[in-house]
């Protein structure tokens, strides 16, 4: 859901960043009664009420050539190291003034979804299309499937109380991992069952194997030839691995 954050600062889009997005989130959980502080570590916020570790990344929701909206995010390889924090908290600004869309990660579920990726090579950035159908194609297909359509407007999960909060978290988690199960056992039997295509030439139906990325969540529906391509394009220096 897109939301709007009344302000009498007229500030240009190119000026939004990530203490802008920090001072969002601080200001939701405000109005929504909580107290909350900066803090210069891992994460960017936390909640005293509940110890809550909060990491905000900001970024603008992206109007791809096809016509859909991409949003991307840099992950830093602390983040991912388990039990750093609690949440990541991503504002996506629409490109109005302060008009944004948030989607609020349990780091674990963040974890799992990209644990192909080797953080030792440095900063990854990842990319995930919003209201879109179901995907098993895409880099991130899972991110764009699952997580940013549950995560969305989540806020209460960063509102529980100290007794209450990391019982709701590993809720949230589980539920979140079920999903991502159920994606992943329907992206095996898409990709197993090849891909089939009319030539336009012969018109004759002809079928190819799916070819999985080791690497990331690409799926190669043209043989081994494109998926060597994308490793070479996305992954440079893994090629033979």
């Known amino acids: 859901m897109i939301q709007n954050h009344n302000t009498q600062t007229d500030m240009h889009s190119s000026r939004v960043n990530g203490q802008t997005a920090e001072y969002l989130v ?14 210069d570590t891992t994460y960017d916020v936390l909640t005293p009420h509940n110890k809550a570790s909060i990491e905000v990344k900001s970024t603008h929701i992206i109007e791809t ?17 388990k039990s750093e924090l609690d ?5 996506a600004f629409t490109g109005k003034e302060l008009e944004y869309r948030v989607f609020i990660i349990p780091q674990a579920i963040m974890i799992k979804a990209l644990e192909k990726y080797d953080f030792n090579r ?3 950035g990842i990319s995930f299309i919003l209201d879109t159908a179901i995907d098993y194609g895409c880099n991130y297909g899972v991110l764009t499937s699952v997580i940013a359509p549950m995560c969305e407007d989540q806020w209460q999960y960063l509102t ?27 992206k095996a039997r898409h990709t ?30 043209h043989g081994n030839f494109s998926l060597k391509r994308h490793i070479g394009r996305k992954h440079k220096g893994k090629e033979d691995k």
């Open 122 to 124: 440095g900063t990854l």
């Open 192 to 221: 197993q069952g090849g891909h089939r295509y009319k030539d336009p030439k012969t018109g004759r139906i002809h079928k190819k194997a799916v070819v999985e990325c080791p690497h990331c969540d690409y799926i190669s529906y």
């Open 26 to 39: 601080r200001a939701k959980l405000a109005s929504l009664g909580y107290k909350s502080l900066s803090a």
């Open 160 to 186: 529980y109380g100290r007794g209450s909060f990391a019982r709701m978290r590993t809720n949230y988690t589980k539920r979140i991992k079920r999903a991502i199960d159920v994606w992943l056992k329907e």
């Open 87 to 91: 949440y990541f908290v991503f504002i």
């Open 65 to 81: 050539g096809a016509g859909s909206k991409e949003v991307r995010i840099m992950i830093q390889p602390n983040q991912m190291i």
